[in-house]
């Protein structure tokens, strides 16, 4: 029933930023936690980075440093801005919603970020 949906994702050269948004507004819902997974060709998803309803953030060791998590909790909407982009940073993008209530959880569509020149 609830459908994250994301946006942002592109092609962008070593070096370069991308800004994330992953937005659950079109549904009525109280949110647990919300992160960012990704997939790369060939490699398991993995945890990038995730918020949670206190506002506790984790991320993953490749990148601390380089990403930063953020959330507009008026609007279910998270954001995840990404700087000093590498080649390992390309993978699709998955938004993960889980639903405080409940427990269920959710998954976007994705969204392809490729770093390359």
């Known amino acids: 029933q609830v459908q994250p949906v994301e946006s942002g994702g592109g092609l962008v050269q070593p070096g370069g930023s991308l800004r994330l948004s992953c937005s659950a507004s079109?549904?009525?819902?109280?949110?647990?936690?919300m992160g960012w997974y990704r997939q790369a060709p060939g490699k398991q998803r993995e945890l990038a980075a995730r918020?949670?309803?206190?506002?506790?953030?984790i991320y993953a060791e490749s990148v601390k440093g380089r990403f930063t998590i953020s959330r507009d909790s008026a609007k279910n909407t998270m954001y995840l801005q990404m700087n000093s982009l590498n080649a390992d940073d390309t993978a699709v993008y998955y938004c993960?919603?889980?639903?405080?209530?409940?427990?269920?959880?959710?998954w976007g569509q994705g969204t392809q970020v490729t770093v390359s020149s």
């Open positions: 918020i949670d309803r206190g506002g506790s953030i």
């Open positions: 079109g549904s009525i819902l109280v949110i647990r936690a």
């Open positions: 993960n919603v889980e639903n405080y209530v409940t427990g269920h959880i959710y």
